[in-house]
């Protein structure tokens, strides 16, 4: 009997760690498709192309605004918002934007909530302003996608734990 109760007990540590790092990888995979969002970002900013690969949402997602109601739009409808988003901040003056924190909520193996910061800067570096956003994703076929998204003031944002790019 005892070493069954041992048997047990060094399972159930195998399959914490398998959790974790479960969970560890889904945390990474989540963190660079922000990064790659950003380098998309900022590669328009600089160049005036939008590149659509590595992709980054699902076929239809939701946008959530305060200006508006909520709307379903198709990829190909996303980015041409976003050229048109990219442009407006380019005539403000915007010539990168980071992120200044990156949240992550696994709510199981497929499903995730994110709340980021970004901070957006002039050619001088100096801080045009910060925005808040928050993002429902999920994971299918290909990866971790954007499955809905809200843009809303800094101060919103969300805070799940303490991973944070730069």
Partial sequence: MRYLSIYINVLALFFVAGVSASQTQNEAEIEQLFVNYMAKYNHYIQTGELQHAPGLYHPQVMLVSDKRVPSVVTEAQLYSQIEVF??????????????????????????????NVAIRYNKQGEVVDRVGASYTLSKQDKGWRIAAFAVHPVDNAFVFNTNTLN
């Fill in 86 to 115: 990219l442009d407006s901040l380019k005539k403000r003056g915007v010539s990168k934007v980071n992120w200044q924190k990156v949240d992550i909520h696994l709510l199981s193996n497929n499903m995730a909530l994110a709340s």
